[in-house]
C-alpha cells in the first residue's frame, strides 16, 4: 500500500540546535499530551555550524536530516516551520532567509538585535504573507499566568492603579562566570538584558493593548569584565539589570507599568511576576510558586465586617490548549514550552480562536523602541517618550 501524507502534519526544522533548539525537540515528543490538536509536528531536520551539537539530535527518531548550512534546509520542500534559536546578531540575516524562503518562522527573541534588525524582519513578514512568523515567549504559558491574564481581561481590576511585570534571574551572579555570547555587547546587542528577557516581560503588557507612551529607566552593568577563553579579564559590555518606570495611557487616565529585567537578582533563578492592582480588585502571579494565584477584594468576613482581603488559589494543569494531564496536577517550564507550540500551530491552521497566542512581529519591533527609549531615559536621567 503505498503512503498517504497526512495532510495535519507539519514539518518542523531548527536551526541553532543549543540550548532551546533542544528545549523545542524535547517538547515536540510531548504532543501526544495535547488533547485534539489540528496539526501534529515531527522534528526531521536541524541545522547547527557546530556538528558536536548536532550529536544530541540523533536519538530523536523523526530527525532525518542533520546540516551545518542552514540554507540547506531552506531549499528542502518538505520544511515547513523553522525554529531559528541563535545568537542575536544572526537573527536578521536567517530569520529574513527564512521568511523569503515562504517557511514559517518560530522566531527567538529578541527578534533582531536591534531596532533596524527588528523593522527589517518585519518589512520581510509583511512582503510573504505565506510565511506565518511569531516570536518566542513562553511564560505568559504557565496556567497560573493565563489565570491571571484573564483576570484582568474580565474587567475585575476596575480603574488601574499600577502593574508591574517582571523576569528576574541571578545566573550571573558568580563574578568568576566566564564571559560568554550573551553577555557581549556585539552579539547580545546594545540593550543587553532588555533584549535577553525583555519580551518576556513585554508580551502580556502589550496584548492586554498596555502600550506606554514614555519611560523612565535605570540601567546597570553591574560586572563589567569576564575571564575569556584564556583566562584573561574581557569587557562584559552589556546591561545587567533594567528597570522601566512607564506611563500607560488607559480607558482616559494614565497609570504606571513597570517592567524588571535583571540578570543578576539574587536568590531568583528564572521567576516571571505578572501583579495588577485596580481599585476593585487585583491579581499577582509569580512562577516562583507556579500553583498560586492571589487575587484581591474586599469581602465580608464572618462577625468581622468588610475587610481587604488577598487570596489564595491554585492554578492546576490547564493552559491554553487542553491536555491529557490532570486539571489538578502541576505545571512547569517545559509544559509552558509545549503550550507555546501549541498556540503558534495552532494559530498558523487558523484554529486558535481567541486564545492567548505568541508575540507578534510588531509587537517584537515595538519592545525594541521601547528598549531605544529606555537606553535614552537611562543616558539622559529623563522620562524619554517612546
Ligand atoms: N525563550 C527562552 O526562554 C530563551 C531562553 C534562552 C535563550 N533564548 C534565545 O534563544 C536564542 C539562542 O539562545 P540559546 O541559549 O539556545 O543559545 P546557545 O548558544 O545555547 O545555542 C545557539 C546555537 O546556535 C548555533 N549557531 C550559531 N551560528 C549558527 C548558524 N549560522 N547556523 C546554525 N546554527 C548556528 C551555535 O553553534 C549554538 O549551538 C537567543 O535568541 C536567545 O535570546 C530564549
Request: proline share 6%; hydrophobic share 40%.
Amino acid at each position: 500500500m503505498s503512503a498517504v501524507s497526512d495532510p495535519h502534519v507539519v514539518n518542523v526544522a531548527i536551526i541553532g540546535g543549543g540550548l532551546m533548539g533542544r528545549e523545542l525537540a524535547a517538547a515536540l515528543q510531548r504532543w501526544p499530551a495535547l488533547i485534539d490538536h489540528p496539526v501534529s509536528p515531527r522534528l526531521t531536520a536541524v541545522c547547527d555550524v557546530n556538528p558536536a551539537a548536532l550529536e544530541w539530535f540523533r536519538s530523536v527518531p523523526t530527525v532525518t536530516t542533520l546540516v551545518t548550512d542552514y540554507h540547506d534546509l531552506l531549499s528542502d520542500p518538505t520544511v515547513d516551520v523553522v525554529y531559528v534559536a541563535v545568537r542575536h546578531d544572526l537573527h536578521e540575516q536567517i530569520y529574513t532567509d527564512v521568511i523569503n524562503a515562504g517557511k514559517s518562522l518560530l522566531a527567538e527573541k529578541p527578534f533582531g538585535i536591534d531596532r533596524a534588525a527588528a523593522d527589517a524582519i518585519v518589512a520581510a513578514t509583511n512582503a510573504h504573507p505565506e510565511s506565518f512568523v511569531r516570536c518566542s515567549s513562553e511564560m505568559p504559558f504557565f496556567p497560573g499566568a493565563q489565570m491571571a491574564l484573564r483576570y484582568v481581561q474580565s474587567g475585575a481590576l476596575g480603574r488601574i492603579v499600577e502593574a508591574k511585570n517582571s523576569f528576574l534571574h541571578s545566573s550571573d551572579l558568580d563574578v568568576n562566570k566566564p564571559i560568554n555570547w550573551k553577555r557581549q555587547r556585539a552579539f547580545c546587542g546594545d540593550a543587553g538584558v532588555m533584549n535577553d528577557l525583555g519580551l518576556h516581560a513585554w508580551h502580556v503588557p502589550l496584548r492586554l493593548g498596555w502600550v506606554p507612551e514614555a519611560v523612565y529607566a535605570v540601567l546597570q552593568n553591574i560586572v563589567p569584565e569576564r575571564q575569556g577563553p584564556d583566562g584573561v579579564p574581557v569587557p562584559c559590555d552589556t546591561w545587567d539589570n533594567a528597570v522601566l518606570h512607564s506611563e500607560v495611557l488607559h480607558d482616559g487616565y494614565t497609570f504606571p507599568l513597570t517592567t524588571e529585567t535583571k540578570r543578576i537578582d539574587p536568590g531568583e533563578k528564572n521567576t516571571w511576576v505578572f501583579e495588577a492592582i485596580g481599585m476593585d480588585g487585583g491579581v499577582r502571579f509569580s512562577t516562583k510558586n507556579p500553583k498560586c494565584v492571589e487575587v484581591f477584594s474586599v469581602i465580608d468576613v464572618p462577625g468581622g465586617g468588610r475587610e481587604q482581603s488577598w487570596q489564595q488559589l491554585d492554578a492546576g494543569s490547564q493552559s491554553v490548549w487542553p491536555t491529557v494531564t490532570g486539571p489538578n496536577f502541576e505545571s512547569g517550564f517545559s509544559d509552558s514550552i509545549l503550550q507555546m507550540w501549541a498556540a503558534f500551530l495552532a494559530e498558523r491552521a487558523g484554529q486558535l480562536g481567541d486564545g492567548f497566542g505568541c508575540v507578534r512581529p510588531e509587537e517584537a519591533a515595538f519592545t525594541h523602541r521601547l528598549y531605544a527609549a529606555a537606553a535614552a531615559s537611562h543616558q539622559s536621567g529623563n522620562r524619554t517618550a517612546v
